[in-house]
């Protein structure tokens, strides 16, 4: 089933336009749960309530509000919100190429497909085409649900792939860390057997290979339930001790991979 896109725009580098259409890259397959109440199972629902009359408030009565000081509130209208975002609204603006194996993944959020746009083809597969041979990566910007984002542009699996990255001020400091102090730096022996260990669990990416075990887990148990089936709940295991020789683990480890 075709999937529909969720933003129609133009992606804009130097004079080039590129009419392209947004399509989310990944879909959450979380387990989610509803509270219910537990003496006769049904839904609980949260309403709006008015914090001044204490009365419920239907949703045709709220409107978006931002408190500029205690009690003062700024009211907004869905369409002066949308017009903040101005000649941008409908614009991903490139504003550098750069290496794309130089982006740390730290900075990525979330992953979009772009498709070609009405009239686009051709630009379309000349910019895919021009990201593949060079390996770079476009950076720039767009409006979407009414906040900016910085985004990087890339050639994936023969088509563009826009990720919604983070500012360099919402990536935590390392050196913020709440960290004891490190032990004197490991020997030689020590570096050499856990490259030894690292080598020896290589394998290439194949992201078919990992199933979510814990999501399988839940459902398992839900349709247990759902059965009428009694779940017994296994003992929990002890954690394993640090060991107090990391050269005689690393040894056993080794011996383990062979």
């Known amino acids: 089933m075709a999937r529909r896109s969720i933003w129609n725009g133009t992606i804009a580098f130097g004079s ?5 259409k947004l399509h989310s890259a990944t879909e959450s397959k979380t387990v ?10 049904a839904k609980i629902e949260h309403k709006r309530f008015c914090s001044k009359e204490d009365k419920e408030v239907p949703s045709k009565e709220t409107v978006r509000g931002f408190e500029v000081r205690a009690g003062k509130w700024v009211v907004l209208e869905k369409e002066e919100v949308d017009a903040a975002a101005g000649e941008q609204a409908k614009v991903i603006a490139i504003e550098e190429f750069v290496p794309a194996g130089d982006i740390d993944p730290i900075y990525l959020d979330k992953g979009y497909y772009l498709g070609v746009g009405e009239d686009g083809a051709k630009a379309y597969h000349l910019l895919l085409e021009a990201l593949e041979q060079t390996g770079r990566a476009g950076i720039g910007r767009f409006v979407f649900h009414n906040r900016e984002y910085l985004v990087a542009l890339r050639a994936h699996d023969s088509v563009l792939a826009l990720h919604t990255l983070r500012f360099h001020d919402e990536v935590v400091d390392p050196d913020d860390l709440e960290m004891p102090d490190l032990p004197r730096r490991s020997s030689q022996r020590e570096v050499k057997m856990a490259g030894r260990l690292v080598e020896s669990l290589h394998a290439d990416f194949a992201p078919r290979r990992y199933k979510d075990a814990y999501r399988k887990a ?13 779940v017994e ?4 295991e002890e954690p394993e001790e640090q060991p107090d020789d ?12 062979r």
């Open 233 to 236: 709940l296994p003992e929990p």
């Open 246 to 257: 990391l050269a005689a683990a690393l040894e056993a480890s080794l011996a383990g991979s």
């Open 16 to 20: 080039v336009r590129v009419p392209v």
């Open 218 to 230: 839940v459902l398992e148990l839900i349709e247990s339930k759902a059965k009428g089936r009694k």
């Open 32 to 41: 989610r749960f509803r509270e219910v109440h537990q003496s006769d199972g």
